[in-house]
């Protein structure tokens, strides 16, 4: 177990709709790391929080968005939602802004 | 631009063998590099990680990592292999506050 809670572990819903994926990091962990993972699309970077600031975007599309609230958890939103959103979303934390991430178990989501 | 490179999709063992799976990087500065595993349907875990020092670092599950800085390399190792240690390997280098990871090489240890 890592320490890092997310949820929900899987989530059905269609095209067009809006959906949020939640992150609880390990405790003491400042930074937050959203990711999304594709079958044939690798590991693919999307946001960086550090204590509720945003420090790193990646490749997150405009209709996804996230913010990191003062008790340091995390909501990825995920709006208008397309067949190819499909993915295993993971949250990770970390101490600082050079460590070691801790990965959360994923939230996967289908778009029917 | 930062890099890492996992040139094998897959790697084939049978059991009891040696394993190796690969890692190469580009960087300007000293690299932070990192291995990290992938089982089916779970997060990544982190296996070990080389900042400074002894070029061979010891991690989890018995992996070790040597670091070549002459050959840009970060191979991970494994002396005997399990069949449980099949999983997918990532292998990442720090760039700044983000962590470029490589596209994985799944490894499938045979009985």
């Known amino acids: 177990d890592s320490g890092v809670t997310q949820t929900p572990k899987h989530l059905i819903t269609a095209t067009g709709q809006r959906v949020t994926l939640r992150c609880s990091p390990r405790?003491?962990?400042?930074?937050v790391y959203w990711y999304q993972q594709s079958l044939d699309q690798g590991l693919q970077f999307l946001i960086q929080y550090y204590n509720g600031e945003e420090r790193a975007k990646g490749n997150i599309l405009e209709r996804f968005s996230a913010q990191q609230f003062p008790d340091l958890h995390s909501e990825l939103n995920l709006s208008s939602l397309e067949l190819g959103d499909s993915a295993l979303y993971f949250c990770?934390?970390?101490?600082?802004?050079?460590?070691?991430?801790?990965f959360g178990e994923g939230s996967r989501l289908t778009v029917l | 631009a930062q890099s890492v490179a996992q040139p094998e999709d897959q790697v084939n063992v049978a059991e009891g063998n040696p394993l190796t799976v690969k890692c190469t990087y580009s960087?300007?500065?000293?690299?932070?590099l990192f291995w990290y595993v992938q089982y089916p349907n779970r997060g990544l875990q982190f296996l070990l990680k080389?900042?400074?020092?002894d070029n061979l670092v010891k991690g989890s599950y018995g992996f070790e990592a040597e670091f070549n800085k002459s050959q840009t390399s970060f191979h991970l190792k494994k002396p005997s292999a399990l069949v449980s240690d099949s999983a997918l390997y990532f292998c990442a280098v720090r760039d700044n506050y983000q962590l470029i990871w490589g596209a994985g090489t799944k490894l499938i240890i045979k009985p």
């Open positions: 990770a934390s970390s101490l600082g802004v050079a460590g070691e991430l801790f």
């Open positions: 080389y900042i400074t020092g």
């Open positions: 405790s003491g962990d400042l930074s």
């Open positions: 960087v300007s500065g000293n690299p932070y």
